[in-house]
């Protein structure tokens, strides 16, 4: 009889199943140039950068045209679409930044990897189940920091911007390019921890870094896991989805000890999402050591 696979052990097993697609040579940890811890802060440069360069032409364009610099003051659809223009141009001009940083850097071999064999289902669940289990557990830390501050607007376009550009930009930058390129120099954990980062502090705000890092650490698992781009837009694209739909009924920064009418049910909740999250990152870490073994000893995986 065949044993079925529960999200768990689908998770735990999806990396050693996938790493022979990727050259032992890629693998293993090299003496490369590139990236040092100058080169993150610089593409964090090149990102941040992006930013002001295309925020400030956007204020210049609408004092001109006679809106003021004042974005709230535009109807929300049609804030949207300024929000969802800007993401795009600024995102678009940091991506070209950083791979051209990346090649002049001397950085080299495939940054971006797809592969549709990589869409397991069972991981996909886990791991969007995980990505709001751990919301709930840090809801205590978040709770002691400022209030998101976001004008993103409403409607197709700034749908548009979530759930499509924000995937497929993000993912290609910090899995793609940064935790491709610190996997190949200092190993996987290091690189999955290190990439996790940078994709929080890319979100600039302090609630967003300290949410959008631990975030990291499960897309980050679940492209080590996968060897796909295409899995972790998914989870990005459906996280960001429920994000906005929270948005437009008026609960964006709300927590779920907000929602939940009894204490009780949410100390229950809360105490399942820490078990998970626990079990999880265990069997992550677990996971993540083999994977570390089988990069310095190739031949034995």
Not at 83 to 105: H, P
Not at 218 to 225: K, N, P, R, T
């Amino acid at each position: 009889m065949e044993e079925k696979k529960t999200p768990a052990s689908a998770a735990e097993s999806a990396a050693p199943e996938r790493q022979s697609a990727v050259p032992a040579a890629e693998l293993r940890p090299g003496r490369r140039k590139f990236p040092t811890v100058g080169d993150l802060f610089a593409m964090l440069g090149i990102a941040f950068g992006a930013q002001i360069v295309v925020g400030t032409a956007a204020m210049v364009f609408l004092l001109f045209a006679g809106h003021g610099l004042d974005f709230k003051s535009l109807e929300p659809a049609a804030l949207g679409k300024v929000m969802a223009a800007l993401y795009f141009c600024s995102m678009s001009i940091t991506l070209a930044g950083i791979l051209y940083y990346r090649r002049a850097r001397g950085g080299s071999g495939p940054w971006a990897r797809f592969s549709a064999r990589g869409l397991n289902p069972a991981l996909l669940l886990w791991a969007f189940v995980l990505i709001f289990a751990v919301g709930v557990v840090l809801e205590p830390l978040l709770r002691l920091m400022p209030e998101l501050s976001l004008e993103v607007g409403r409607g197709f376009w700034t749908i548009l911007s979530l759930v499509i550009f924000a995937p497929i930009f993000e993912e290609l930058i910090c899995r793609g390019v940064v935790l491709g390129s610190l996997r190949g120099k200092f190993g996987v954990t290091t690189a999955w921890l290190v990439s996790s980062l940078f994709f929080g502090v890319l979100h600039g705000q302090p609630v967003q870094v300290i949410n959008a890092t631990v975030i990291g650490l499960v897309l980050g698992y679940v492209y080590l896991a996968t060897d796909s781009l295409w899995s972790v837009m998914i989870l990005h694209a459906l996280n960001n989805a429920v994000a906005y739909l929270a948005l437009a009924t008026g609960h964006g920064n709300a927590l779920l000890i907000d929602l939940v009418g009894s204490r009780t049910l949410y100390v229950l909740i809360y105490i399942a999402a820490l078990a998970l999250s626990a079990v999880s990152g265990y069997m992550m870490v677990r996971t993540l050591r083999r994977m570390k073994e089988a990069e310095k000893n190739p031949s034995a995986a």
